[in-house]
């Protein structure tokens, strides 16, 4: 049975629906990611789950229980946001330790249970610093630490850490998967962020307009796009319709589909039996980091985009042709 399970959920904000009869469900210990655009209704989502709105329509259970009427407090919830929103006058021990106070457990209980936080979220030696004097990085796991302390049913994590730098960013992603899965927690993340969706996710839901457009795991939606807006939201495919397909590798094929994905790391130096032959002039060239990528056009002046780990053994330049060789499997028909 699913742990959340969410039916024909709708909301609306100005007489402007943001989210369109939405049914989905989660397993408990599962890490699921709300993925997709500014104001695609994502955080809407998980602000209704959180019960910090009321739907219109629809029917929120978590653990078989109808909370859809319950407010917050009585959700069994945790929520960690993007804003550390972490109490400035208490020390680390005491931001961690108030929601255990609010539930009236003895002191003993308290410091057990916030010793075990403290050390899960790897701040031992810090339970007396005040948020002023800690990094953003660690003031945000004073966050999740609060959120987690409680032991709520569910952890709902809206944007939590897009305000910090990149490296911190990963190191957090991995902190918070490793946590989730020592816990077994049941994990709604919302982010805009493919690459920290694939991260941390065993299950994505990709939103667009208050609609999900596709869903799964991260290896299925990034492999197999079911959609154009999909195919352009997570990541540099290649879309093209079957015209400029036809372009791109030079020859008539009886194409089924108005338009099509390519991944740009399926693209090969080396033959593929049975598969395309194509040439593209160089415009562009990128390093990042062991991956090459290349901004090309074709004859037909149909631009695209290939990659390749970098083995250093590559001398192409701006201007000259490339010659690479795809797949039939990876020409990937949308719908």
């Keep these: 049975m699913s742990f959340v399970k969410i039916e024909n959920l709708e909301k609306s904000f100005q007489n402007e629906t943001v989210l369109h009869h939405l049914t989905l469900s989660f397993n408990e210990g599962e890490f699921v990611t709300l993925l997709g655009p500014s104001g695609c209704g ?37 929520m960690v946001f993007q804003a550390y929103a972490l109490f400035p006058n208490m020390t680390v021990q005491e931001n961690i330790e108030f929601g255990l106070k609010m539930k009236k457990l003895d002191k003993e209980t308290i410091k057990q249970k916030v010793a075990r936080m403290i050390e899960l ?52 992603q991995k902190q918070i998967r490793k946590i989730q899965q ?15 969706a694939w991260a941390v996710s065993d299950y994505v839901y990709i939103l667009n307009e208050g609609h999900i457009v596709q869903s799964g795991t991260p290896s299925e939606i990034y492999t197999q796009p079911a959609t154009e807006f999909v195919a352009n939201f997570i990541g540099n495919y290649n879309v093209l319709n079957s015209r400029q397909l036809s372009q791109l590798l030079g020859k008539e094929e009886s194409f089924t589909h108005d338009v099509y994905a390519i991944r740009p790391e399926a693209f090969s130096v080396e033959p593929v039996p049975g598969g395309f032959e194509l040439s593209g002039q160089i415009s562009d060239i990128m390093m990042l980091g062991n991956i090459t990528r290349y901004e090309l056009f074709s004859a037909d002046n149909v631009r695209f985009t290939a990659e390749q780990i970098n083995k250093g053994e590559d001398n192409s330049q701006v201007g000259q042709f490339k010659k690479l060789y795809l797949n039939r499997k990876d020409v990937i028909p949308l719908s």
């Design 42 to 78: 994502k955080s809407t989502l998980l602000r209704a789950i959180a019960g910090l709105i009321t739907p219109e329509d629809g029917v929120i259970q978590i653990d078989g229980k109808n909370v859809t009427r319950l407010k917050p407090k009585d959700r069994q919830v945790g």
């Design 121 to 172: 979220v790897e701040l031992t030696g810090k339970e007396a610093s005040y948020p002023r004097e800690l990094s953003g990085g660690q003031q945000q796991r004073v966050a999740l630490a609060r959120s987690l302390v409680t032991e709520p049913k569910v952890l709902l994590l809206d944007e939590p850490l897009s305000a910090l730098d990149a490296q911190i960013r990963k190191n957090l």
């Design 182 to 196: 020592e816990l077994n927690m049941t994990t709604i993340l919302v982010t805009h962020d493919q690459e920290e």
